[in-house]
């Protein structure tokens, strides 16, 4: 297995209330988790193939909790990959070196792992993203209901998988088409930076 090593940051976007009760640990907001992380990966590295500037996603939904497992998912990753970047995506996603895929891929049957164009805006919680036709994802800051003031909150997760410090936003629109289908736009979004490596 080589050795490889992805920073960037990676925008989650899911079905639950602002701030994901799935990060502490307790049932999602509506019993099952309908959800993405997409992960624009700055700089980075399988083996001796370099990943910058590529983007990787996951869009999963699971009828319970994510760790009751039963669920499926697509993946989807920048079409621009050359050869051996694809294979290299490929074995990320398909949680064969490790990393929060080695995990998630125990949960969901992944039911298909698709090159795509990305399109990827990255502004904190004015972030937003295209994939192809399948997928697309508008944010913007939390407001608060009686002044209408932008609030900013962040999760923070020293042991998290998939990020340790993520700030919350709302989607204006989230939608996702194709193997895996839902739209749960005014819902709960983050963004974080993320750094993993292995084996």
Wanted: hydrophobic residues 35%; charged residues 25%.
């Amino acid at each position: 297995m080589a050795d490889w090593k992805v920073k960037g940051t990676v925008l989650v976007a899911c079905n639950c209330d602002y701030g994901c009760p799935c990060n502490f640990n307790a049932p999602p907001t509506t019993g099952d988790c309908e959800g993405s992380w997409t992960w624009h990966i700055e700089q980075g590295n399988y083996g001796d193939v370099s990943l910058d500037g590529l983007t990787l996603g996951v869009y999963a939904d699971w009828p319970r909790a994510i760790h009751e497992g039963g669920g499926k998912a697509v993946v989807y990753y920048d079409e621009r990959a050359g050869e051996s970047q694809r294979e290299a995506l490929e074995t990320l996603a398909r949680g064969e070196a490790g990393g929060p895929w080695g995990i998630f891929i125990n949960t969901y049957e992944l039911v298909g792992v698709h090159p795509a164009p990305f399109e990827v805006e990255l502004a904190d919680e004015r972030s937003r993203l295209k994939v192809g036709d399948a997928v697309e994802l508008e944010m913007e800051p939390i407001r608060n209901p009686v002044t209408g003031d932008e609030t900013r909150a962040a999760v923070v997760l020293p042991k998290g998988l998939v990020f340790n410090e993520g700030w919350c936003a709302t989607s204006t629109h989230f939608s996702v088409k194709g193997d895996v289908e839902y739209d749960h736009s005014g819902k709960n979004t983050e963004y974080a930076e993320f750094e993993y490596s292995g084996p």
